[in-house]
């Protein structure tokens, strides 16, 4: 009886928060809406504008909009990009980046298999966790633990080994090679595509195995047919997370591939940074831009297909989140590419056919060959995942051993010492006259304000507007998530220079029409940090939200508990791990960022990621193993507070 | 004698302990089974008897650890699941979900090196025979639970197994579907002569259908028999207690003269039953294990006790009676030394006159004919 009036009692006030819910429900995605569009989408459609437009005195642009113009100037920009010297640099880059999917894909499937067939837990775990540690150390410092590898001459390192072990004669060349900046590149991005391959296979139902074995299909005939493409969205996604940066990319083609190894980041950088041929540089952009989109669509295409597939946790992967934000675009050409597909089906039904007839094998033999198969086959995946294994850990090890060497060699070993820290700290580095502890102090104190803020910040914000996203509708909603997730389909060097066209007309503004000098500084560097930070972080809390019972938050408000006690008493506590997370995440990038950073610095606001790219990219010394060195700890340091903590919020939930 | 299908010859499976010094878990317990050609044959029991490892070794699904296994004489030892003649319904059905229903009953057959044009035949074929040859286009997630059932048994159909093994495959329909489902899979194990093994933890299910039925407990067959024999004629105390309902009253035998023994009550009534093992000793321990049904109720008034020529009476008190439909449910107690037994008695609906309605509370006595009754070692 007592319940029942105190019920009816409440139920007025329980309509009237849920009212309050949904008319602030969008104000909560206001803050991460008006970021993104200032700061991600304006400056896009900015540089896409100027791309069209003459190119002015010093990296100036002049604003002509009369038809004669824009003809002359799609001529001189779009054209141009296709000319023999642009053209070769855009195939080059086009070479590696499918290169590196490939390879990605090829050691990255297996090994993400391997994982996620672990028996024991913590095996699992242990395994992924040696493969994503790696992706939290410093993108720069990664790829310059490659250049103390493949060293051209005997200071490289494998060079050296191989000289000593008298396998070769002369040193092989390795740097400033295509070659060197795949291998760059597949060891930077091989984490994206073992994730959501393993999130895919986890989430894979092995009976389906049992069935397709049950029915007469062997381990091969299992896989290609049945675990192969209900995995293909997370092959989808990690190809697209991994293609997407590789095309894109500078620090690994400016670092290892030389002038030989050139690719359309270092032609982008070149054309704001160098000769300042703004317009040509946005064309160029433009075009990069193009061949992206070319490949997002082919993911939402797949995606879309596959999207009825069974799943146990949707919308919990970001391939399921970028999947739906491409959704749309995806629906309407998928009824062409179904066609396509299923007449593939039936001609590899047929080619199989025919084979069969020719080859046709007794059953004992047949027999033996599935149990080759059979036993081979675990075999070849413990080799592979020994070989990812090394491949990712050796230059890190190799990188900190060398940083005690008591000589100037990162490639001969000659006794234990800490006298590059000891000079990096007492202010001794001799690297570059101009490069001083001062300066890398400096550094250090830029990188912690503008990470910290863009941390606080990106995280509220990416908070709010996931909060309105999972608990309420409005209008603009589905826009909203395609602009909240865009970001992370785009170039980071696209982002960099579009963020320095912007900022550049709005000095302009500010010094034309109000009098006020503004300059590129702290503000500039977490406007932008933060921008590019919301969208990941949205992504991990989302992930969480949607993983939550909603049956926390309405026995909350059963009991009597208003909207806003429940959000501080249930939904916060709950979603609370997922906030740690992508903030720890919105970090980890703000520290590892070069290109934006590199875009929206001022004079003396450059990060400690762009201080030591510029160290780095030009030489090999113990001084840079040492401050590498360093950051790898703070970074390992980092990922264990966020695991323990992590780990202590999941046992009180 | 009719030809073997499946043999299982002291099959033992172990999985390893969780920890160290956990010795290996038995799942399944030196069972022998043989398998008649064309025979419906059910293995029952409760979750974690051992019943679905099983069948999943007969399958190829997991690995003998000691003992054999033949099919159709031949030991199957090795021999990977694609190379066995026997296909499966499983319990959840794995269907491909990225095939739709045709691509799915085509899979085995094009695994089997069927060219594209008969493979597509004997499925519609197939598809046809569990009536659903227009689902051929659909995915199996638009199907309803009991039409993907059906595209199971198509798909495993479609291969002409010497042997079909199903893991519970009703366990997910609704009790009427179910029972509809389990007419027709009885009709078409018929028509089709394929042996057919099935797991269920049911017991109706295995009444129903089965020819024979193996009861498994903690690893074990406890006993194979037709329904007939596993109902009437359990041999324990687990078996007639997991086959409906039965009541257990315990006692110490007392007397016995060829299979008939004579069982003495801790009340000191005597009571008569079948023993089950023609050598139980005088004297031993022993429980009399009788179905409801085969108890009446009789008024108390102007009877007294007795255990004679064939039939046992004895008094209680009627603590509780509820209607079902067909029939009613008495509760009736035995009180002696200040504890209490009880037994529950089913009798039929189908006069409901005035001598068969009994009060709450009443003295009553409950009265069997002594061949229904069996005695059970503890």
């Given at each position: 009886m007592d319940t029942s009036v105190a019920s009816s009692d409440h139920r007025p006030r329980f309509q009237l928060g849920r009212l309050k819910l949904k008319a602030h429900g969008g104000l909560l995605a206001l803050p991460a809406t008006l970021w993104l569009f200032l700061l991600f989408l304006l400056p896009l459609l900015i540089v896409f504008t100027i791309s069209f437009m003459e190119r002015g005195r010093g990296g100036t642009v002049i604003y002509d909009w009369s038809l004669e113009s824009l003809r002359r100037n799609f001529h001189d920009n779009y054209l141009y990009v296709t000319t023999e010297g642009y053209w070769l640099i855009f195939k080059r880059s086009?070479?590696?980046a499918f290169t590196t999917t490939f390879w990605c894909l090829v050691l990255g499937y297996p090994l993400a298999f391997f994982i996620s067939t672990r028996r024991k837990e913590w095996v699992q775990k242990f395994s992924l966790f040696l493969v994503i540690l790696p992706f939290w150390t410093n993108f720069v410092i990664r790829t310059y633990a490659w250049r103390v590898l493949l060293g051209n001459n005997d200071d490289g390192l494998l060079n050296h080994t191989l000289l000593q072990l008298g396998l070769i004669e002369e040193p092989l060349k390795l740097m400033f090679t295509t070659k060197a900046v795949t291998i760059g590149m597949v060891?930077?991005?091989?984490?994206?595509?073992?994730?959501p391959i393993y999130a895919a296979v986890e989430r894979f139902d092995f009976k389906l195995v049992e069935a397709a074995h049950d029915l007469g299909g062997n381990d091969w005939t299992a896989f290609w047919r049945v675990i192969f493409p209900l995995t293909l969205p997370g092959v989808i996604a990690g190809s697209i997370l991994v293609f997407i940066p590789a095309i894109g990319t500078y620090i690994t083609a400016e670092?290892?591939?030389?002038?030989?190894?050139?690719?359309?980041?270092?032609?982008?950088?070149?054309?704001?940074?160098?000769t300042g041929d703004w317009t040509r540089g946005a064309a160029t952009s433009m075009v990069l831009m193009a061949v992206v989109a070319?490949?997002?669509?082919?993911?939402?295409?797949v995606a879309q297909r596959t999207e009825n597939t069974p799943s146990k946790a949707s919308a919990h992967h970001s391939a399921d989140v970028l999947s739906r934000a491409f959704g749309l675009l995806a629906a309407m050409i998928a009824p062409i590419t179904g066609s396509i597909s299923r007449q593939f089906f039936l001609l590899s039904d047929e080619l199989n056919q025919r084979r069969r007839q020719k080859f046709g094998l007794s059953p004992a033999l047949r027999m033996k060959r599935d149990l080759i198969i059979r036993r081979t086959a675990p075999v070849l995946m413990w080799a592979n995942a020994l070989f990812c294994y090394i491949f990712l850990w050796v230059p890190i090890i190799v990188l900190l051993v060398f940083s005690f060497n008591d000589s100037n060699s990162t490639a001969v070993w000659r006794g234990f010492s800490t006298k590059w820290y000891s000079k990096l700290l007492s202010g001794g580095i001799d690297v570059d006259a101009d490069l001083t502890t001062d300066l890398l102090l400096q550094s250090v104190k830029v990188s912690l304000i503008v990470g910290v803020a863009a941390t606080l910040i990106s995280t509220i914000v990416a908070v709010m507007?996931?909060?309105?996203?999972?608990?309420s509708r409005f209008i603009g909603k589905r826009p909203l998530e395609g602009l909240l997730y865009l970001p992370v389909g785009i170039p980071e060097i696209t982002q960099g220079i579009s963020l320095l066209v912007f900022f550049n007309i709005v000095f302009d503004y500010a010094a034309k029409h109000l009098n006020i000098t503004l300059r590129s500084g702290y503000l500039t560097l977490i406007l932008s940090h933060v921008a590019f930070c919301i969208p990941f972080v949205a992504i991990v809390v989302r992930a969480r939200l949607a993983n939550m019972n909603p049956h926390f938050e309405e026995a909350a408000r059963d009991l009597g508990a208003n909207e806003w006690r429940t959000?501080?008493?249930?939904t916060f506590p709950l979603m609370l791990p997922g906030v740690v997370a992508g903030a720890l995440l919105a970090f980890t990038l703000s520290l590892d960022d070069f290109i934006i950073s590199e875009f929206t610095k001022g004079l003396n606001t450059s990060t400690l990621t762009v201080v030591v790219y510029s160290m780095a990219r030009r030489t090999v010394t113990?001084?840079?193993n040492a401050i590498s060195t360093m950051m790898i700890i703070v970074s390992t340091l980092l990922v264990g507070l966020s695991l323990v903590l992590q780990g202590r919020s999941a046992g009180k939930a | 004698m009719t030809a073997i299908d499946v043999e299982l010859r002291h099959v033992v499976k172990e999985f390893a302990g969780r920890r160290k010094e956990n010795a290996a878990v038995?799942?399944?317990?030196?069972v022998s089974l043989q398998i008649h050609k064309g025979e419906f044959f059910a293995l029952l029991g409760p979750s974690g008897c051992g019943k679905t490892t099983t069948l999943r070794m007969i399958a190829g699904f997991e690995d003998v650890s000691r003992g054999e296994i033949l099919i159709r004489g031949k030991q199957v030892q090795g021999v990977p699941p694609f190379h066995r003649p026997v296909n499966t319904v499983f319990q959840d059905y794995a269907l491909f979900p990225h095939m739709n229903v045709l691509q799915n009953v085509m899979f085995g057959l094009q695994m089997e090196g069927v060219s594209r044009a008969d493979a597509k035949q004997r499925a519609i074929e197939a598809l046809e025979l569990v009536q659903l040859p227009h689902t051929a286009d659909r995915k199996p997630r638009e199907l309803s639970g009991g039409q993907q059932q059906r595209i199971a048994l198509a798909r495993a159909l479609v291969k002409h197994p010497t042997v079909l093994l199903l893991d519970e495959p009703l366990g997910a329909l609704d009790l009427k579907l179910r029972k509809a489902m389990q007419f027709e899979l009885k009709e078409m194990q018929l028509k089709l002569g394929i042996t057919f093994i099935y797991v269920t933890h049911d017991q109706e299910e295995a009444l129903t259908m089965a020819d024979r039925i193996a009861v498994m407990n903690y690893g074990k067959v406890l006993q194979v028999g037709t329904p007939e024999d596993i109902y009437e004629r359990p041999h324990t105390r687990f078996v007639a207690d997991f086959i409906g309902e039965t009541n257990f009253i315990k006692g110490r035998l007392c007397d016995r003269a060829g299979v008939r023994g004579e069982v003495e009550l801790p009340s000191g009534y005597k009571v008569g039953a079948v023993l089950d093992d023609p050598a139980m000793s005088v004297g031993s321990e022993v429980t009399v294990a009788i179905r409801p049904e085969k108890l009446t109720l009789k008024h108390g008034n102007g009877t007294e006790p007795h255990h004679d020529s064939g039939t046992t009476l004895i008094p209680g008190r009627l603590q509780q009676s509820v209607y079902i439909g067909t029939d009613t449910r008495h509760v009736v107690s035995f009180g002696y030394n200040g504890s209490s037994s009880q037994v529950v008695v089913r009798t039929q609906n189908f006069r409901r006159s005035e001598d068969e309605q009994f009060q709450n509370g009443e003295n009553v006595f409950v009265y069997w004919v002594d061949e229904n009754a069996r005695v059970l070692v503890d």
């Open positions: 086009l070479n590696i060891y930077g991005y091989l984490p994206f595509m073992v994730l670092m290892l591939g030389g002038t030989k190894g050139m690719m359309i980041g270092s032609l982008i950088y070149r054309n704001f940074r160098g070319v490949a997002l669509v082919v993911y939402a295409l507007v996931s909060l309105s996203m999972a608990r959000f501080w008493r249930v113990p001084e840079i | 038995k799942a399944v317990d030196d």
